[in-house]
């Protein structure tokens, strides 16, 4: 679960970066908002989360046929539930900027 999480993180500490108005050179270490990267970050970071999701889906089916053990389906549906609430969020937080963006006088 690491690679996720790891994901997630540069996806946070770009937007918090991105908030401060950091330039590119001061941000590498919050994911380098250089031209394409921080798009290419979140598609990965929804990717992975699709692919969790997925995951958790077949464990689930697998312990209904009793062909998993019980604490692997719910560790992988809880995994799933985070990684939809982090998707969720960013989402949230990106339509934020959006609507603060067009607020902003001309």
Known sequence: MTAPVQGYM?????Y???ARGMTNESS???GALQQGEFSNLVKSAIEEA???GQRGESLSIAGINDRADISQV????????VALK??????DK???AY???IRMPM
Not at 75 to 80: I, K, N
Not at 86 to 91: E, F, H, L
């Open 10 to 14: 540069n996806a946070v500490n770009a």
């Open 16 to 18: 918090q970066s991105a």
């Open 28 to 30: 590498k270490d919050a």
């Open 50 to 52: 699709v692919k969790i």
């Open 74 to 81: 719910v560790t992988a549906v809880a995994e799933a539930e």
């Open 86 to 91: 982090t998707v969720v969020t960013i989402r």
């Open 94 to 96: 990106v339509i934020d």
């Open 99 to 101: 609507k603060e963006i």
